[in-house]
């Protein structure tokens, strides 16, 4: 942080002082702990009694202000020193292993991070066993100093001023940048994007002036309205065009997606959307003052003009001035309902049912304009075709949801049975119909399982609006309706005769001749024997207690491949969030989406953010299925690897980043399994390096800039180096705290020279805006996931 930055930051503070401060220029400690506005009070505590040099139990804007021109302008042992004595809080001089708990666990509530008190002690010895090198039972000063230096990011941050220490709400000040649409890498990177708007607004405008030039003989607000009319008959067609989605899935295989931007055609046909609604207001406007002109001179009002059919304009019975009122204020009320603050505010529903109401539309712009039906003929048949065919897709065969599994953070995941006839690709979604939730309601989910996994789909859904809130109530409730006992009894028959199949294999066999026959089933039993009744999968804090083999909330096992579990008594009901079920339902898709150029691609990064993980969740299974088609054994020894990927016909990519970014936690446990199993398929050592690497961060987690943080994250990284496996997720990557730093993140990408960079992201929009700023910036692809 500058000078600069440090005086704000300084300035920041005594204003923030001087409004709390009483009559008497002091702050108590309950004061102390409003301004600073941290979770833990410890840190507070901490702070203040160090800030109080008098002992007077208040502070003074003197002793304040000493203390942080300390921390502002002191060397690096100064710094030391003060958070030596953050840890020391009984004073000796020396830190225990009792104070060192206090901290961390102190530091893990601050990140909530929940982890029992056996993990706590394990980073407590861990941390103190690395620092204490004499083996006194104490850390003194000079030991915290060298472990410190073993630790060099954490020294850098040290020389951070002290707003790292006392982090005010927001001290960053706006930065004013050149607005990256004026910058030649945007244009670049956006080059098949902008050339089709300046086609489409080419198109208008040429409608536009044919139309005025063919009407000029009625005066210029009849030649406006008759311009704006033509531009509405292309753009009401236009717009059913963008949201053909079985043709446009079809295009993304064939070379048109080279030149248009097939992938953003959501945002297209928003921009279209906002484009009639402007045509429809300009067109009424010029028509109003159009129709006042000719009731000076005829023997109708004005209202007779706009409300009846009285004039007789129109070509079918002179309903032209009726339709267009009627069609003006539906298409206002689907443009306010199609609102970003209607749709991500809980209440897709509202967007869903008003959305219907292009029917009426169309209808009523076939009776409004003699016209339009020349253009709505060829896409209308199209459209109608797409929809005959989806019901008909959606209504063949027996689809039945077969397992249910609710998930923290309210995410329901749905196993459903996959026909046979039913392909996919990586990332692709369907849209759903559940009768018992909603007999006529359809909403698009993205695709979470693997083409590969042919006897199971799955769909993980969260709960964020009215009909997500029902489906996550409904299992919730599942108890009290009736779930089919037969089907039940059936199911648990077939997963005992596979276990048993499973376990004659594995007695016969060895298990790298297991691994050739069903590597899945391998894997699973292997960590399984391995393991004996400790879960491998995910942390003790993730499976609910040390030495527990009960399966975490969203590993539903190989059973959810259709393959048998591991080697356990399989229940009825797996518990209160996990069950059999059998219930009717209707897909209609699947529908392509950027993502399926991920295979064409040389590097790709795959960002999700939080649930966002959806579709990489398919890609990644994908990508590693075919990746174990091409691992080979040696014969005459045990080591295995993987061919080189990039010259391979069907996948060029020869590196893959996932980054997957969650809020807390608990919402790591929605595919840590499937995550867990993806790093064992790449337990060995290849050629070019590591093939597939995971970047995991928890926003919720102090940084590794804050000093509250220095002590949890030096003990988190000792653990894991122990225990070769993260505590927060027990996948071997190491979860990151806070957000990761774009700039830096896609530099080390460039970096690596694995070929053309392509970014695919799916999650929050404001975060996509700022993924894209950066792409640019490298000169990355960019793909945001839409539908």
Same mark, same amino acid.
Not at 210 to 227: D, I, P, S
Not at 391 to 400: D, E, F, K, N
Not at 662 to 679: A, C, G, I, Y
């Given at each position: 942080?500058? #000078?600069?930055?440090?005086?704000?930051?300084?300035?920041?503070? @005594?204003?923030?002082?001087?409004?709390?401060?009483?009559?008497?220029?002091?702050?108590?400690?309950?004061?102390?702990?409003?301004?600073?506005?941290?979770?833990?009070?410890?840190?507070?505590?901490?702070?203040?009694?160090?800030?109080?040099?008098?002992?007077?139990?208040?502070?003074?804007?003197?002793?304040?202000?000493?203390?942080?021109?300390?921390?502002?302008?002191?060397?690096?042992?100064?710094?030391?020193?003060?958070?030596?004595?953050?840890?020391?809080?009984?004073?000796?001089?020396?830190?225990?292993? $009792?104070?060192?708990?206090?901290?961390?666990?102190?530091?893990?509530?601050?990140?909530?991070?929940?982890?029992?008190?056996?993990?706590?002690?394990?980073?407590?010895?861990?941390?103190?066993?690395?620092? $204490?090198?004499?083996?006194?039972?104490?850390? @003194?000063?000079?030991?915290?100093?060298?472990?410190?230096?073993?630790?060099?990011?954490?020294?850098?941050?040290?020389?951070?001023?002290?707003?790292?220490?006392?982090?005010?709400?927001?001290?960053?000040?706006?930065?004013?940048?050149?607005?990256?649409?004026? !910058?030649?890498?945007?244009?670049?990177?956006?080059?098949?994007?902008?050339?089709?708007?300046?086609?489409? !607004?080419?198109?208008?405008?040429?409608?536009?002036?044919?139309?005025?030039?063919?009407?000029?003989?009625?005066?210029?607000?009849?030649?406006?309205?008759?311009?704006?009319?033509?531009?509405?008959?292309?753009?009401?067609?236009?717009?059913?065009?963008?949201?053909?989605?079985?043709?446009?899935?079809?295009?993304?295989?064939?070379?048109?997606?080279?030149?248009?931007?097939?992938?953003?055609?959501?945002?297209?046909?928003?921009?279209?959307?906002?484009?009639?609604? %402007?045509?429809?207001?300009?067109? @009424?406007?010029?028509?109003?003052?159009?129709?006042?002109?000719?009731?000076?001179?005829?023997?109708?009002?004005?209202?007779?003009?706009?409300?009846?059919?009285?004039?007789?304009?129109?070509?079918?019975?002179?309903?032209?001035?009726?339709?267009?009122?009627?069609?003006?204020?539906?298409?206002?009320?689907?443009?306010?309902?199609?609102? @970003?603050? #209607?749709?991500?505010?809980?209440?897709?529903?509202?967007?869903?049912?008003?959305?219907?109401?292009?029917?009426?539309?169309?209808?009523?712009? #076939?009776?409004?304009?003699?016209?339009?039906?020349?253009? &709505?003929?060829?896409?209308?048949?199209?459209?109608?075709?797409?929809?005959?065919? +989806?019901?008909?897709? %959606?209504?063949?065969?027996?689809?039945?949801?077969?397992?249910?599994?609710?998930?923290?953070?309210?995410? !329901?995941?749905?196993?459903?049975?996959?026909?046979?006839? &039913?392909?996919?690709?990586?990332?692709? /979604?369907? /849209?759903?119909?559940?009768?018992?939730?909603?007999?006529?309601?359809?909403?698009?989910? !993205?695709?979470?399982?693997?083409?590969?996994?042919?006897?199971?789909?799955?769909?993980?859904?969260? *709960?964020? +609006?009215?009909?997500?809130?029902?489906? /996550?109530?409904?299992?919730?409730?599942?108890?009290?309706?009736?779930?089919?006992?037969?089907?039940?009894?059936?199911?648990?028959?077939?997963?005992?005769?596979?276990?048993?199949?499973? =376990?004659?294999?594995?007695?016969?066999?060895?298990?790298?001749?297991?691994?050739?026959?069903?590597?899945?089933?391998?894997?699973?039993?292997?960590?399984?024997?391995?393991?004996?009744?400790?879960?491998?999968?995910?942390?003790?804090?993730?499976?609910?207690?040390?030495?527990?083999? =009960?399966?975490?909330?969203?590993?539903? +096992?190989?059973?959810?491949? +259709?393959?048998?579990?591991?080697?356990?008594?399989?229940?009825?009901?797996?518990?209160?969030?996990?069950?059999?079920?059998?219930?009717?339902?209707?897909?209609?898709?699947?529908?392509?989406?950027?993502?399926?150029?991920?295979?064409?691609?040389?590097?790709?990064?795959?960002?999700?953010?939080?649930?966002?993980?959806?579709?990489?969740?398919?890609?990644?299974?994908?990508?590693?299925?075919?990746?174990?088609?091409?691992?080979?054994?040696?014969?005459?020894?045990?080591? %295995?690897?993987?061919?080189?990927?990039?010259?391979?016909?069907?996948?060029?990519?020869?590196?893959?980043?996932?980054?997957?970014?969650?809020?807390?936690?608990?919402?790591?446990?929605?595919?840590? *399994?499937?995550?867990?199993?993806?790093?064992?398929?790449?337990?060995?050592?290849?050629?070019?390096?590591?093939?597939?690497?995971?970047?995991?961060?928890?926003?919720?987690?102090?940084?590794?800039?804050?000093?509250?943080?220095?002590?949890?994250?030096?003990?988190?990284?000792?653990?894991?180096?122990?225990?070769?496996?993260?505590?927060?997720?027990?996948?071997?990557?190491?979860?990151?705290?806070?957000?990761?730093?774009?700039?830096?993140?896609?530099?080390?990408?460039?970096?690596?020279?694995?070929?053309?960079?392509?970014?695919?992201?799916?999650?929050?929009?404001?975060?996509?805006?700022?993924?894209?700023?950066?792409?640019?910036?490298?000169?990355?692809?960019?793909?945001?996931?839409?539908?």
């Amino acid at each position: 942080m500058s #000078v600069d930055e440090d005086a704000r930051w300084l300035d920041w503070v @005594t204003k923030q002082f001087e409004s709390i401060a009483g009559d008497d220029k002091e702050i108590s400690l309950d004061e102390f702990k409003t301004a600073l506005k941290v979770k833990e009070s410890f840190f507070a505590e901490r702070f203040f009694a160090l800030f109080d040099s008098d002992g007077s139990s208040s502070i003074s804007l003197d002793e304040l202000l000493e203390a942080l021109d300390l921390l502002i302008h002191g060397d690096e042992t100064d710094k030391l020193k003060f958070l030596f004595q953050v840890y020391d809080v009984d004073g000796s001089g020396s830190i225990d292993p $009792d104070e060192l708990r206090t901290v961390l666990k102190s530091c893990l509530r601050e990140s909530a991070i929940s982890l029992p008190d056996e993990k706590l002690d394990d980073l407590t010895l861990a941390l103190f066993e690395s620092a $204490d090198k004499d083996n006194s039972g104490a850390i @003194t000063f000079e030991e915290l100093k060298a472990e410190l230096e073993a630790f060099p990011e954490v020294m850098e941050n040290l020389t951070i001023s002290a707003a790292n220490w006392l982090k005010p709400p927001d001290v960053e000040q706006k930065k004013h940048h050149t607005p990256r649409y004026l !910058t030649r890498v945007y244009w670049q990177n956006n080059s098949r994007k902008l050339l089709f708007l300046c086609m489409y !607004t080419c198109i208008n405008m040429l409608l536009f002036i044919l139309a005025m030039l063919q009407h000029n003989y009625g005066g210029a607000w009849f030649m406006v309205a008759k311009g704006c009319g033509q531009c509405l008959n292309f753009n009401c067609t236009f717009v059913m065009v963008l949201m053909l989605r079985r043709c446009l899935t079809w295009l993304r295989a064939t070379w048109v997606v080279r030149v248009l931007p097939l992938d953003q055609n959501i945002l297209l046909h928003q921009i279209v959307g906002y484009a009639i609604l %402007s045509y429809t207001l300009v067109h @009424t406007t010029a028509h109003i003052f159009n129709f006042a002109r000719l009731a000076e001179n005829s023997d109708y009002s004005l209202w007779e003009y706009l409300l009846t059919t009285r004039p007789g304009i129109g070509w079918v019975k002179g309903t032209a001035s009726v339709t267009g009122v009627i069609l003006q204020v539906l298409i206002c009320f689907m443009v306010l309902c199609s609102s @970003t603050f #209607v749709r991500r505010s809980g209440h897709f529903e509202v967007f869903y049912w008003s959305h219907l109401s292009y029917v009426w539309v169309w209808s009523l712009l #076939v009776v409004h304009c003699a016209n339009f039906w020349k253009w &709505f003929l060829v896409p209308g048949l199209v459209f109608l075709l797409e929809k005959i065919v +989806g019901i008909a897709v %959606s209504r063949m065969g027996g689809l039945y949801i077969v397992e249910v599994n609710l998930l923290p953070s309210k995410v !329901t995941h749905l196993v459903i049975k996959r026909p046979q006839f &039913f392909h996919f690709k990586p990332g692709d /979604y369907v /849209y759903i119909n559940i009768p018992v939730i909603a007999k006529y309601e359809w909403h698009p989910f !993205t695709i979470s399982s693997a083409p590969e996994q042919t006897d199971t789909m799955w769909l993980h859904i969260r *709960s964020m +609006g009215q009909w997500t809130n029902r489906l /996550y109530e409904y299992f919730r409730q599942a108890e009290s309706h009736g779930v089919s006992t037969k089907i039940l009894a059936t199911s648990l028959r077939n997963h005992r005769q596979l276990l048993k199949a499973q =376990e004659e294999l594995f007695s016969s066999t060895d298990c790298d001749q297991a691994v050739a026959s069903n590597e899945d089933d391998a894997i699973e039993l292997t960590m399984y024997r391995q393991n004996g009744s400790q879960c491998s999968a995910a942390p003790p804090s993730l499976c609910g207690g040390q030495g527990s083999v =009960e399966p975490l909330p969203d590993e539903l +096992g190989p059973a959810e491949r +259709g393959e048998a579990p591991p080697l356990k008594e399989v229940p009825a009901k797996f518990g209160e969030n996990h069950r059999f079920c059998y219930i009717k339902c209707y897909v209609d898709g699947p529908y392509g989406t950027p993502t399926r150029q991920i295979f064409t691609s040389e590097h790709a990064v795959l960002i999700g953010a939080g649930i966002g993980i959806t579709p990489f969740a398919s890609i990644l299974q994908s990508i590693m299925y075919r990746y174990r088609r091409r691992k080979q054994n040696c014969p005459n020894c045990n080591y %295995s690897w993987c061919e080189n990927i990039k010259d391979n016909s069907d996948m060029k990519l020869r590196k893959v980043d996932f980054i997957w970014i969650n809020r807390d936690q608990k919402s790591f446990e929605w595919f840590v *399994s499937l995550l867990t199993k993806l790093e064992m398929d790449q337990a060995d050592e290849e050629p070019e390096g590591r093939f597939l690497e995971m970047h995991m961060y928890m926003t919720s987690a102090l940084s590794k800039n804050d000093m509250k943080a220095i002590g949890l994250q030096m003990a988190l990284d000792l653990l894991a180096k122990k225990e070769k496996r993260d505590s927060i997720t027990g996948l071997r990557t190491r979860t990151q705290p806070g957000r990761p730093e774009w700039g830096k993140v896609f530099q080390k990408v460039s970096e690596e020279n694995k070929g053309k960079v392509h970014v695919f992201y799916c999650g929050a929009p404001a975060l996509a805006k700022v993924i894209k700023a950066q792409c640019e910036h490298f000169s990355f692809n960019f793909y945001k996931e839409n539908f």
